[in-house]
């Protein structure tokens, strides 16, 4: 209720007054009404058992994102400052390989320059062989092969003036 006195509104109601009688309950239910809600990041750690559990995680995550990185994939791989990726597939009792040139992010900082690469590829029955020039920028190579086989080996080396090689690299594809 309210009245007028002297054009003034005066109220018969105070809040701090009716929190100050209330019970315990009460008071602890309005401290908590208007509070601000934590974050994000401080609600995944808000106790000690929470924050263990966000940083083991957050550690497994970054693990396995370093170990992909330095591991690669197996079909790629870097020979005499060249980098390789092969590929291959099955058609009609014969394995066909392409064995791609590039340059990986890491060697666009060094001074290397295409080499002649000599490019073995097997299942472990039958295989091929050829050599990629240095103005070439992939081959293509087949072998036979009655049943597709699930993985092929493919060797990239650049071999040296006196024919000893300088630096291999063994992919492992696996053959779609």
């Known amino acids: 209720m309210e009245t007028r006195d002297k054009d003034q509104v005066v109220f018969y109601y105070n ?22 809600r934590p974050g994000f990041l401080r609600a995944l750690t808000a106790t000690r058992g929470l924050a ?12 396995v994102f370093v170990v992909g ?31 791609k040139r590039g340059s990986s992010w890491l060697d ?6 295409p080499a002649m690469l000599e490019i073995r590829t097997g299942d472990g029955l039958a295989y091929a062989t050829g050599i990629m020039q240095v103005d070439e920028e992939d081959i293509r190579l087949r072998f036979q092969a009655e049943t597709r086989p699930p993985r092929i080996a493919v060797i990239a080396s650049a ?11 063994e992919l492992i594809v696996t053959v779609e």
């Open 69 to 99: 990185f330095i591991q690669g994939t197996k079909n790629e791989g870097s020979v005499a400052g060249n980098a390789v990726t092969a590929s291959a597939m099955w058609f009609e009792g014969h394995v066909y390989v392409t064995v």
């Open 15 to 36: 809040r701090e007054e009716r929190l100050e009688r209330a019970n315990a309950d009460a008071r602890f239910a309005m401290d908590r009404h208007g509070a601000k």
């Open 159 to 169: 071999p040296g003036p006196g024919g000893e090689t300088l630096d291999s690299a």
């Open 108 to 113: 666009r900082f060094k001074d290397s320059k």
């Open 52 to 63: 263990t559990l966000f940083f083991a995680m957050l550690f497994m995550v970054v693990a």
